[in-house]
């Protein structure tokens, strides 16, 4: 009895350590990614982008996770401009510093209103808004497919 419960500890503290040295080697590879395939590809797992913290110098694009969806999955966010994080400043209160970023069950990222050229979408870059897909036909498109239709096609697979 007593020596079974020792072995499945031993074994659970194991296999704890392999997923979070399996985690932290994820995490090493989407940095080696460049920014957009991170997006295009990654966000199907919010769970390898590396947390948030105080003091860490961050770039424009960088994506990092904080705090939960209403789904209950990690909350990803987007650098809107290069800074090093301060405790004073947390994601969800300095908009000119980070977006919420999110995707569907397919993996196609959630519109949110751009904030200006930095986070604008480009030709070719398709969201879901209001649950239906749009693919952006012009460059720097900044609207959503509500305010600006002429900015947007519906997308089907």
């Not at 499945?8 to 990614?33: D, G, P, S």
């Not at 920014?35 to 590809?41: F, N, P, Y």
Request: charged content about 25%.
């Amino acid at each position: 009895g007593i020596y079974i419960e020792r072995a499945l500890k031993l074994i659970e503290n194991e296999m704890k350590q392999a997923a979070l040295e399996m985690r932290k080697a994820l995490q090493f590879l989407v940095e080696t990614l460049d920014v957009e395939t991170q997006l295009d590809k990654m966000l199907q797992i919010p769970s390898v982008f590396p947390e948030y913290a105080v003091g860490v110098p961050y770039k424009t694009k960088d994506v990092f996770s904080w705090g939960v969806n209403s789904a209950g999955d990690p909350q990803l966010w987007q650098v809107l401009q290069d800074h090093t994080s301060q405790e004073r400043y947390p994601p969800d209160t300095a908009v000119s510093l980070y977006k919420k970023i999110g995707v569907t069950e397919e993996g196609y990222p959630e519109w949110t209103q751009p904030l200006g050229a930095t986070d604008a979408y480009s030709k070719g870059d398709i969201v879901s808004y209001k649950g239906t897909l749009y693919r952006s036909v012009i460059d720097a498109n900044v609207w959503s497919p509500e305010a600006y239709p002429a900015g947007w096609e519906v997308y089907t697979e």
